[in-house]
């Protein structure tokens, strides 16, 4: 079976994928949104049209996974069509801060054992923030816009009852005139019932999940469960923008051992309930916010500090604006407010800093 098993994904240069012709393979794929087991390149359709073309490796997540074929290319090929129908839903519902998928197809080569599901999406020539070459000049105004993008296009997921559950740097892309839009929906889950991933373990980056999630809780309501992960992701992206870091890692690393997560490699975390802890991670992350907040211009700590400290608030029931928050029978994490803030921000960043 191995043996008839040829990455054709990984060579798809100079061949023809329905109406693309590949033109171009990146050295990677997550600076275009692109995500594991998938190989990324540059294809220009028949009009035209030039796009990104993210294709799912399904020899590669054979070998790395080692998983039965059958049951793993009914995995992916499951996953690729939620992905593709997410997108569209999203294109459809005109959420035009999601990158867009502009095709996709499962394409089939005479000669070839395994097919390629494969998406088109709008090209983003310059990339993802956590590449950017913004990132290394000075300033905030800029940083503080991508930001203010990166909140709408949660918003606008949000509002159609979809967590993105991936939310970090690499899957906020830049467009053109500085254009922010959220990428990689294929960990994105819906509020219905059988909605896939939407278990408690189907969440993406671990590197970037709220502090709940390490320590294994699982709320039972949808909202808190989901929506409130996306709104620590959210702070973790502001977090990199303006200081470049790592805001879970840097807060968890206040920790003295026996409080941090229990895993493979700290057998001795904590093993108490969620809530005891929660007054020390509080303590810990304004630590961590507070050092983050040292390394700008005066007139801009409180604001960003303060936003940090709604968006990473340990408890997920507290997170999120306070007047959103803390109002009955409302949408307790509404981002509105939090754009409103965000947007002012961005405006008061490009004001120069009186001295």
Not at 140 to 149: D, E, K, M, S, V
Not at 325 to 337: A, H, I, K, M
Request: charged content about 25%; proline content about 5%; some cysteine.
């Amino acid at each position: 079976m191995v043996k008839m098993l040829t990455d054709l994904a990984s060579n798809l240069l100079g061949r023809k994928i329905g109406k693309w012709s590949v033109n171009k393979k990146l050295s990677g794929t997550a600076n275009l949104g692109g995500g594991g087991f998938s190989s990324g390149y540059i294809a220009k359709a028949d009009d035209g049209t030039v796009g990104y073309l993210k294709a799912i490796n399904i020899h590669y997540a054979f070998q790395s996974t080692g998983k039965n074929f059958a049951d793993l290319m009914n995995e992916i090929t499951g996953d690729y069509i939620h992905e593709r129908d997410l997108l569209a839903y999203c294109r459809d519902q005109g959420l035009d801060r999601i990158v867009a998928a502009i095709d996709g197809d499962i394409h089939h080569e005479p000669g070839h054992f395994i097919p390629v599901p494969y998406l088109v999406f709008e090209l983003c020539e310059k990339g993802d923030i956590a590449r950017h070459s913004q990132m290394a000049s000075p300033g905030l105004a800029w940083r503080l816009r991508i930001f203010h993008g990166a909140c709408v296009g949660l918003a606008q997921l949000h509002r159609h009852g979809i967590a993105h559950q991936d939310m970090k740097p690499e899957n906020v892309l830049v467009f053109q005139d500085d254009i922010s839009k959220l990428a990689d929906l294929g960990r994105s889950t819906k509020n219905e019932s059988g909605a896939r991933f939407g278990n408690p373990c189907d969440g993406g980056d671990m590197a970037y999940a709220p502090f709940e999630l390490w320590y294994r809780v699982n709320h039972p309501e949808w909202d808190v469960r989901r929506r409130a992960t996306d709104l620590f992701m959210l702070g973790g992206v502001l977090a990199f923008l303006v200081a470049n870091v790592n805001l879970l890692s840097l807060t968890l690393g206040k920790l003295p051992l026996n409080m941090q997560p229990r895993t493979n490699l700290n057998l001795s975390g904590w093993s108490g309930t969620y809530d005891a802890l929660i007054p020390t991670l509080r303590r810990c992350l304004c630590e961590a916010v507070a050092e983050i907040v040292s390394t700008i211009r005066n007139d801009m700590r409180y604001p960003i500090e303060r936003m940090l400290l709604w968006l990473c608030e340990p408890d997920p029931l507290r997170r999120g604006h306070p007047e959103t928050v803390g109002q009955t029978f409302s949408d307790r994490y509404s981002l509105e407010r939090i754009i409103t803030v965000a947007d002012r921000l961005a405006i008061d960043a490009r004001i120069p800093e009186r001295k």
